[in-house]
């Protein structure tokens, strides 16, 4: 017996033999090969298509068999006041826009914070400086469907794409923000994100609780996560094999259990809000409940009834190399 066989039979001892035997058998048939040329054969097409058609919808499918394991944290999320860390306009409403809803529905305080100034979005139709207030419109509009008053909207402005090259300098002004705000709580992305900018955000954030010894409650959404997960091993089909295909995503579904905000009754306004970032989402699709992506796996989420968060560094075990983490144990290290 293979062990990829062996371990799933462990994994999934409590299920049945109807789910199980099928993906036994397909570990069997891939168990060794090349597992990217093999799924290339069977559904051919481009990449994109391959993803679009497979990655999206089993995802998605991994995701509802996680959040079967979750822990509902609704009515604790719903009275902190919170400070929401952004790495761009739009980040504040795909990551956390059901948490601030609910919160601001019980009067709690919410912070927006815009950590980049959105230059460099794509596809790219406006002048870089142009470009910069257009998203800080969009982004003020959404945080208003989500009853956020403009004045608690903060932007950082440091240059889109860049984050990573300047994290002591952001979290110097985190640390500003939370010593004058004092938040009960912190909302900010996975450490795993996989997109430099977030995981550039997320380490300046976890740079500013240090500084300032911030004893609140600090959570993870997340945004980019769910277009690696849960095969986290960075993109592409590079270093896909039996083990990574079936194995380690059981190995995700134990590891931890997600933090469950109930986002039933709040979806339709999440995407009216979504469709205020017009530049970054068609003006027609996210409004819809029928919404066409920009990216499948960035917006799959706002069909769940739940929104999903981690305990701050639950994850770190996943996260992508990246030159400010050459002191502790990341992705490929494992």
Known sequence: MSVAVATVSAATASISDRVRWPVFAAIR??????VAKVVRRVIPGDPETVRDRV??????????????????????????SCLVVAPHPDDE???????????????TPVTVVIVSDGSRAEPVTLPPAELIEVRKAETRRACTLLDVDESDVRFLGFPDAELSDRIDAIAARLTELIETLAPEQILAP?????????????????????????????????????????WTLGYGTAGWSAERLFVQPVRRLRERRPLLVDA??????????????????GEDDAASDAATPVTGSLLATLGSPYEVYVAA??????????????????????
């Open 29 to 34: 048939e891939v168990d060794g090969m090349n």
């Open 55 to 80: 990655m999206v919808p089993a995802r998605s499918l991994w995701r509802r068999a996680w959040t079967r394991r979750g822990i509902d944290i609704t009515s604790s999320m719903t009275t902190r």
């Open 93 to 107: 409403t795909l990551g956390c826009a059901v948490a601030i809803m609910r919160k601001r529905a019980a009067g």
């Open 190 to 230: 996975t450490s795993c994100e996989g997109h430099p900018d977030h995981d550039a955000t997320n380490e300046a954030v976890r740079r500013a609780v240090a500084t300032t010894g911030y004893r609140g409650q600090v959570l993870e959404y997340t945004v980019w996560f769910w277009t690696h997960w849960p």
């Open 264 to 281: 039933r009754g709040f979806r339709a306004r999440q995407r009216r809000a979504l469709a205020e970032h017009a530049t970054q989402v």
């Open 313 to 334: 560094g639950a994850l770190r075990h996943l996260d992508f190399e990246r030159p400010w983490r050459a002191g502790h144990q990341v992705r490929g290290s494992r």
